[in-house]
Nanobody
Framework: QVQLVESGGGLVQAGGSLRLSCAAS????????MGWFRQAPGKERELVAA????????YYADSVKGRFTISRDNAKNTVYLQMNSLKPENTAVYFCAAAWGGYTITTVGYKSWGQGTQVIVSS
Protein backbone atom coordinates (compact mmCIF):
# COMPACT_ATOMS: atom_id res chain seq x y z
CA GLN A 1 0.00 0.00 0.00
CA VAL A 2 0.99 3.59 -0.51
CA GLN A 3 1.07 6.19 2.21
CA LEU A 4 -0.59 9.48 1.40
CA VAL A 5 -0.11 13.00 2.74
CA GLU A 6 -2.37 15.86 1.72
CA SER A 7 -1.52 19.54 1.79
CA GLY A 8 -2.83 22.82 0.47
CA GLY A 9 -5.99 23.32 2.45
CA GLY A 10 -6.84 26.55 4.17
CA LEU A 11 -9.26 29.42 4.45
CA VAL A 12 -10.43 31.14 1.29
CA GLN A 13 -13.21 33.52 0.38
CA ALA A 14 -16.06 32.44 -1.82
CA GLY A 15 -15.04 32.66 -5.45
CA GLY A 16 -11.42 31.98 -4.65
CA SER A 17 -9.18 29.07 -5.52
CA LEU A 18 -7.09 26.46 -3.78
CA ARG A 19 -4.84 23.72 -5.03
CA LEU A 20 -4.64 20.56 -2.98
CA SER A 21 -1.73 18.17 -3.29
CA CYS A 22 -1.43 14.57 -2.22
CA ALA A 23 2.05 13.08 -2.06
CA ALA A 24 2.40 9.31 -2.13
CA SER A 25 5.19 7.11 -0.92
CA UNK A 26 6.47 4.02 -2.69
CA UNK A 27 7.33 2.96 -6.21
CA UNK A 28 3.91 1.74 -7.29
CA UNK A 29 2.01 5.03 -7.38
CA UNK A 30 1.48 4.81 -11.13
CA UNK A 31 -0.55 1.60 -10.66
CA UNK A 32 -3.14 3.26 -8.45
CA UNK A 33 -6.30 5.06 -9.34
CA MET A 34 -6.61 8.11 -7.12
CA GLY A 35 -9.61 9.82 -5.65
CA TRP A 36 -10.28 13.04 -3.81
CA PHE A 37 -13.08 12.76 -1.27
CA ARG A 38 -14.54 15.27 1.13
CA GLN A 39 -16.48 15.07 4.33
CA ALA A 40 -18.39 17.94 5.86
CA PRO A 41 -19.55 17.89 9.49
CA GLY A 42 -22.51 15.60 9.91
CA LYS A 43 -22.34 14.34 6.34
CA GLU A 44 -21.07 11.22 4.68
CA ARG A 45 -17.77 11.13 2.88
CA GLU A 46 -18.31 11.72 -0.83
CA LEU A 47 -16.18 11.42 -3.92
CA VAL A 48 -15.29 14.73 -5.50
CA ALA A 49 -13.00 13.62 -8.33
CA ALA A 50 -10.98 10.62 -9.41
CA UNK A 51 -8.29 9.82 -11.94
CA UNK A 52 -7.04 6.64 -13.54
CA UNK A 53 -3.49 5.34 -12.99
CA UNK A 54 -2.20 6.83 -16.24
CA UNK A 55 -4.24 9.99 -15.96
CA UNK A 56 -6.22 9.39 -19.14
CA UNK A 57 -9.59 9.02 -17.46
CA UNK A 58 -11.19 11.27 -14.88
CA TYR A 59 -14.43 11.49 -12.97
CA TYR A 60 -16.10 14.47 -11.32
CA ALA A 61 -19.08 14.80 -9.07
CA ASP A 62 -21.77 16.88 -10.74
CA SER A 63 -21.46 19.55 -8.09
CA VAL A 64 -17.85 20.35 -9.02
CA LYS A 65 -17.80 19.85 -12.79
CA GLY A 66 -16.30 22.83 -14.54
CA ARG A 67 -14.80 24.20 -11.33
CA PHE A 68 -12.47 21.48 -10.04
CA THR A 69 -9.69 19.71 -11.94
CA ILE A 70 -7.89 16.56 -10.88
CA SER A 71 -4.47 15.77 -12.28
CA ARG A 72 -1.46 13.68 -11.40
CA ASP A 73 2.27 13.62 -11.94
CA ASN A 74 3.46 10.04 -11.67
CA ALA A 75 7.10 11.11 -11.81
CA LYS A 76 6.50 13.07 -8.61
CA ASN A 77 4.11 10.56 -7.00
CA THR A 78 1.59 13.35 -6.56
CA VAL A 79 -2.05 13.94 -7.35
CA TYR A 80 -3.59 17.40 -7.37
CA LEU A 81 -7.00 18.94 -7.05
CA GLN A 82 -7.34 22.44 -8.44
CA MET A 83 -10.45 24.05 -6.99
CA ASN A 84 -11.77 27.24 -8.55
CA SER A 85 -14.87 29.33 -7.91
CA LEU A 86 -15.13 27.90 -4.43
CA LYS A 87 -18.42 28.08 -2.58
CA PRO A 88 -19.18 27.95 1.15
CA GLU A 89 -20.76 24.55 0.65
CA ASN A 90 -17.38 23.24 -0.45
CA THR A 91 -16.20 23.58 3.15
CA ALA A 92 -15.05 20.15 4.30
CA VAL A 93 -12.08 18.00 5.13
CA TYR A 94 -10.62 16.76 1.86
CA PHE A 95 -8.99 13.35 1.67
CA CYS A 96 -7.04 11.65 -1.04
CA ALA A 97 -7.23 7.90 -1.44
CA ALA A 98 -5.65 5.20 -3.57
CA ALA A 99 -7.29 2.23 -5.27
CA TRP A 100 -5.16 -0.45 -6.90
CA GLY A 101 -5.57 -0.70 -10.67
CA GLY A 102 -8.12 2.03 -11.20
CA TYR A 103 -10.62 4.30 -9.53
CA THR A 104 -14.12 3.63 -8.30
CA ILE A 105 -16.83 6.16 -7.57
CA THR A 106 -17.51 4.98 -4.05
CA THR A 107 -15.21 4.48 -1.08
CA VAL A 108 -15.08 0.77 -1.88
CA GLY A 109 -11.71 -0.23 -3.28
CA TYR A 110 -9.76 2.62 -1.76
CA LYS A 111 -7.41 0.94 0.67
CA SER A 112 -5.05 3.80 1.44
CA TRP A 113 -6.19 7.14 2.80
CA GLY A 114 -4.47 10.34 3.78
CA GLN A 115 -5.15 12.19 7.00
CA GLY A 116 -7.12 14.93 5.30
CA THR A 117 -6.72 18.65 4.83
CA GLN A 118 -9.29 21.22 5.94
CA VAL A 119 -10.82 23.58 3.42
CA ILE A 120 -12.94 26.46 4.71
CA VAL A 121 -14.73 28.73 2.28
CA SER A 122 -16.10 31.91 3.81
CA SER A 123 -19.03 33.78 2.37
Amino acid sequence: QVQLVESGGGLVQAGGSLRLSCAASGRTFSYYGMGWFRQAPGKERELVAAISPGGGSTYYADSVKGRFTISRDNAKNTVYLQMNSLKPENTAVYFCAAAWGGYTITTVGYKSWGQGTQVIVSS
